[in-house]
Nanobody
């Protein structure tokens, strides 16, 4: 059983930095790949970033590559998303997710948080 709780969202101005956090329960956290997704009003949920269970491998959507950074701390059982130079197109509800696999290749995740709203103004 895994519970995920996101935090750190809010209203920011374009160009500011923002750090989202996801706190996870469960001792198996260190065996899970973790991902961040987002969903904007009227749009489909989209992949943002993934990090392997050990933190050594990362993947990003092209739209955020070079601007966002995903990281994790398996001792604290947290996953973070550092957002640099956000723009209004980054406005969405951001969700963290956990996969039972060490690296998710099928695009399927098993556990989801409730999400945190990020609004970027110009």
């Amino acid at each position: 059983q895994v519970q995920l709780v996101e935090s750190g969202g809010g209203l920011v101005q374009a160009g500011d930095s923002l750090r989202l956090s996801c706190a996870a329960s469960g001792r198996a956290f260190s065996s899970y790949a973790m991902g961040w997704f987002r969903q904007a009003p009227g749009k489909e949920r989209e992949f943002v970033a993934q990090i392997s269970s050990g933190g050594g491998r990362k993947d990003y959507a092209d739209s955020v590559k070079g601007r966002f950074t995903i990281s994790r701390d398996n001792v604290k059982r947290t996953v973070n998303l550092k957002m640099r130079f956000p723009n209004p197109e980054d406005t969405a509800v951001y969700y963290c997710a956990a996969s039972a696999r060490a690296w998710e290749v099928k695009g399927k995740y098993d556990y989801w948080g409730q999400g945190t709203q990020v609004t970027v103004s110009s």
